[in-house]
């Protein structure tokens, strides 16, 4: 019988298309930004020169502004809506046009703590080091314009959690009319029931056409969206790996580069208080365009451990996710709430990589015990459901695509951890 790590070592090596990794064969056919370095976590710990290059070919289809895409289109695909005629971003590999959670840096410094072989290790991220950086400076110049010190994602693509109840108040003052008709291609790989509505897809379409229609000039682009969104999630993401950045510049003698992203780190800590809600116990969206705080208490909040928050806040979060009270954990939005919904993709179910980064976040913060459940949860919803892509966080019912890749990454992954 192949065990737990046998498994997820075939998966990803399945969905291994020689220099990046598909998130799951027919759903999603091509190379999305997160997935790939929360994937080179997990090949790491079988082929350490492989997952250098999973990150690396995602950064060779960086733009010359910065901006690293959600997607990267290598191979054309049917499959998939929208594909890269309708981005027409005219990238000479074709690419989106928006960005993902900017996890690179701190997967860098995990894959170089790490290295057995650390003259490989020093080489590469020698190179890739200027290249994060870039993409952290185009990050607080495009989507931080007053310098509050937290980003603004302007497409809910962009947190890549696409239906969060986090969105829903922002998301309607995003028009529905006017976009060229089109054909979904998700809902015929995973169930309708389990995914985004049509009205959101209208709304992401609207946004996609907006943007495209300004010459994907990513300099005018939050200015020229009805939908900015400060997602604490996002930003934890960012300051975490500008943090994680600024350590290994120091390391090889980067100094400058250090220096500005210890102070993205910095200012961003800081300013997450302005986010911090008391009566939820965990941080909340704010939506810029009003100004306010968005009243949802979505998986984004908890996130926000991800980076070093004070130890009372972690604490606070600690105790919220206890409060879920469901049997799996962490439910990407709490089930006390009327809007929740446990099988419809981000709006209830539990994911794997969100789990790994909060359980990361929380032992940082000496919550021990909080980061042990989420890391025992884990691995017991992939004992029962196997591999897929997210879960009902009441039944453990596998969801969406199945022999997900960072999904068995984090596997590996959780399986270290609890050794
Ligand atoms: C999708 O197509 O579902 C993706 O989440 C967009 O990146």
């Known amino acids: 019988m192949s065990t737990l790590a046998d498994t997820a070592i075939e998966i990803l090596r399945e969905n291994d298309r020689g220099t990046y990794t598909v998130p799951t064969k027919g759903l999603y056919p091509f190379q999305w930004n997160w997935d790939s370095c929360l994937t080179a976590l997990g090949q790491h710990h079988f082929d350490e020169d492989r997952a250098w290059r999973e990150i690396e070919t995602l950064f060779d289809n960086q733009w010359p502004c910065g901006m690293v895409p959600h997607i990267v289109f290598h191979q054309m695909d049917d499959g998939y809506f929208p594909g890269p005629q309708v981005w027409a971003t005219g990238r000479p590999v074709p690419t989106s046009g928006i960005t993902q959670p900017p996890v690179a840096g701190f997967s860098l410094k995990r894959l170089f703590d790490r290295a ?43 947190a890549g959690r696409d239906n969060s109840i986090d969105w829903d108040e922002p998301f309607e003052r995003v028009p529905t009319e006017g976009i060229t008709p089109y054909v979904r291609r998700d809902t015929q790989h995973a169930n309708p029931a389990h995914r985004p509505t049509m009205e959101q897809y209208d709304r992401y379409l609207w946004l996609v056409e907006h943007f495209r229609g300004l010459g994907w000039d990513t300099s005018k682009l939050h200015d020229a969206s009805p939908f900015q969104v400060v997602d604490p999630g996002f930003n934890a993401i960012l300051i975490r790996s500008c943090a994680d950045l600024a350590d290994l510049a120091d390391h090889l003698g980067e100094a400058e580069l250090a220096r500005e992203n210890r102070q993205f780190a910095e200012k961003g800590i800081a300013a997450m208080e302005t986010l911090w809600s008391e009566p939820h116990g965990q941080y909340l969206c704010r939506d810029r365009t009003r100004g306010t ?102 039944t453990g019912e596998p969801l969406g695509g199945g022999r997900f890749t960072w999904t068995a990454a984090m596997v590996l992954e959780f399986l270290s951890m609890e050794q």
């Open 116 to 158: 057995k072989d650390t003259a490989l290790a020093e080489a590469r991220v020698k190179a890739l080091l200027p290249k994060v950086a870039k993409w952290h400076r185009w990050f607080y110049e495009t989507r931080d314009p007053r310098g509050e010190g937290l980003v603004a994602i302007i497409h809910p693509w962009e």
């Open 293 to 394: 705080l968005v009243d949802s208490a979505s998986v984004g909040g908890l996130l926000a451990a991800f980076c070093a928050i004070p130890t009372d806040r972690a604490a606070a979060i600690a105790r919220t996710i206890d409060n879920h009270g469901t049997r799996f954990r962490v439910a990407s939005h709490p089930p006390q709430d009327s809007r929740f919904d446990a099988k419809r993709y981000w709006r209830g179910p539990v994911w794997l990589v969100i789990n790994y980064m909060i359980a990361d976040g929380l032992r940082r913060a000496g919550e021990v015990d909080a980061a042990a459940k989420i890391t025992a949860s884990s691995l017991d919803l992939i004992r029962e459901s196997g591999f897929a892509e997210y879960y009902d966080p009441m």
